[in-house]
């Protein structure tokens, strides 16, 4: 089941992104929503959850934008991982830890794609440190609204169902 | 036998008498439009006695038109409402209907131009990843698309297709970190290679030290690189001094539809000889 739910988290977030690059007419979004959606399933998951779901989309991305088939693969992997990892050894439940968590991720992921297509000589970055920081900065804003729909969605018909029944007893009495 | 009282008709007797006069004298006075005194009186006082009936009349017509013939208004004006909402997005159908037309008619004008196989395609997705340029079309190997096939619009050059599956396919935009396009500059001939730069422009690199190079040259694809045809426009050069800035030809932002050049131009058969000459032969 978890496996299902990643993948099919994975390939939303592929669509949104494309889907969003679309409709703002950018060629170039601050916001990578497929390695939010890889660090929210690694902290939801675990690492092994994290690491397999990140292999999965850094491929998908790799293979979709005819990059090198791997390098994505790889920081998206080591990103996810890292962030299961963190997550099963802190507890990463406030609003500030995962937010670092979530820009620590990216900076993870920035580093070795950046790292290994400069290494490699295929790709220029003129300013990647900015590139990384704001990248950075939007995952996290975008991880934090993520993880708490993530949170609230599930068991909101639960709780609307409670606060009805609250709201007839108060109501008879 | 009581007398009948006279007076009275004395009075009614002598009013008569004094309007029979009036009316014998004014049939025989003109006035200053010509016409008699009774005629001109009979016109006024009908006149008169017309505006007041009209004004009656209409006063009764203003309040039928205005509030008894108004009793299904609302219902009209909620019609009408509706009608006009339903116009207002028939316009802006309309104009977006026009607007692809004159977007396909463009296309069209191009294909005609080109003497290469093409066809066109819609863009319907963006890159699925941040830290690469590049663009989703609606036309894959099924429509005879293929890697490195070249993308244009009669603007410009887009990119290259990187990748394809059979519906769909993605093209990689010139302005992209890792996309190099060998060109000419201008008038003066020079080649480069243009590179993605940052904010969507691209940057001319390998130029000769003996390279000139002046703001607004347009720049064209050199066709040396094996990907692209000779002659596509690029952009237009937007700063010299330092390194060479190209602003692209074509506004990636709003791009909707394309043309994936599938085959370059047919080469040109040689002459044939004529029948009768290879019979003599």
């Known amino acids: 089941m978890k496996a299902v739910r990643t993948i099919a988290a994975v390939a939303l977030a592929l669509i949104l992104q494309s889907l969003l690059a679309r409709m703002t007419g950018s060629t170039r979004l601050p916001v990578d929503l497929v390695l939010v959606v890889v660090v929210t399933t690694a902290l939801l998951y675990g690492r092994v959850a994290g690491l397999l779901g990140g292999t999965l989309a850094g491929l998908a991305q790799d293979g979709l934008v005819g990059g090198v088939i791997g390098i994505g693969g790889m920081a998206s992997s080591l990103a996810g991982f890292l962030a299961g990892y963190i997550g099963t050894q802190f507890i990463v439940t406030q609003t500030i830890p995962r937010f670092l968590l979530f820009a620590?991720?990216?900076?993870?992921?920035?580093?070795?794609?950046?790292?290994?297509?400069?290494l490699l000589g295929l790709r220029r970055f003129d300013q990647p440190f900015l590139d990384v920081t704001v990248q950075a900065l939007a995952n996290a804003a975008a991880g934090?609204?993520?993880?708490?729909?993530?949170?609230?969605?599930?068991?909101?018909?639960?709780?609307?169902?409670?606060?009805?029944?609250?709201?007839?007893?108060?109501?008879?009495h | 036998m009581a007398l009948p009282d006279t007076r009275?008709?004395?009075?009614?007797?002598?009013?008569?008498?004094?309007?029979?006069?009036?009316?014998?004298?004014?049939?025989?006075?003109?006035?200053r439009s010509g016409v008699s005194l009774l005629q001109a009186a009979l016109m006024s006082g009908l006149t008169e006695a017309q505006r007041a009936v009209w004004t009656v009349v209409g006063a009764g017509h203003a309040v039928w038109d205005n509030y008894v013939a108004l009793r299904g208004a609302r219902e009209d004006n909620q019609r009408l409402s509706r009608e006009a909402a339903d116009l207002r997005v028939q316009l802006q159908q309309e104009r977006v209907a026009s607007q692809a037309v004159e977007r396909l008619r463009a296309l069209m004008d191009m294909r005609a131009r080109v003497t290469w196989t093409t066809?066109?395609?819609?863009?319907?997705?963006?890159?699925?990843?941040?830290?690469?340029?590049?663009?989703?079309?609606?036309?894959?190997?099924?429509?005879?698309?293929?890697l490195d096939m070249p993308v244009i619009t009669p603007a410009g050059l887009v990119g290259r297709v990187v990748w394809a599956s059979a519906h769909a396919a993605t093209v990689q935009l010139i302005v992209d970190k890792s996309a190099a396009t060998a060109v000419i500059v201008g008038t003066s001939r020079a080649q480069g290679v243009v590179l993605g730069d940052r904010e969507g422009m691209l940057r001319l690199d390998y130029l000769t030290a003996f390279a000139k190079v002046q703001r607004g040259d347009q720049v064209v694809t050199a066709g040396v690189d094996g990907i692209y045809q000779k002659g596509i426009v690029v952009g237009y050069v937007e700063r010299v001094g330092g390194p060479v800035i190209v602003r692209p030809a074509v506004d990636f932002t709003t791009l909707e539809s394309v043309l994936i050049v599938v085959a370059p131009a047919p080469q040109t058969a040689p002459a044939r000889p004529p029948a009768d000459a290879k019979a003599r032969q």
Not at chain 1, 144 to 164: A, C, D, M, Q, S
Not at chain 2, 8 to 30: D, E, N, P
């Open chain 1, 104 to 118: 620590g991720a990216t900076a993870v992921h920035g580093a070795v794609f950046m790292g290994l297509y400069h």
């Open chain 1, 144 to 172: 934090i609204v993520l993880f708490g729909l993530v949170e609230t969605l599930p068991g909101l018909p639960e709780r609307w169902r409670i606060w009805r029944e609250h709201r007839r007893k108060v109501r008879f």
């Open chain 2, 8 to 31: 009275h008709h004395v009075r009614y007797l002598f009013v008569a008498v004094m309007v029979g006069h009036i009316l014998l004298i004014s049939t025989q006075v003109t006035s």
């Open chain 2, 119 to 146: 066809t066109g395609a819609d863009v319907i997705g963006g890159s699925v990843s941040p830290e690469f340029q590049s663009i989703v079309i609606d036309r894959g190997s099924d429509a005879g698309l293929r």
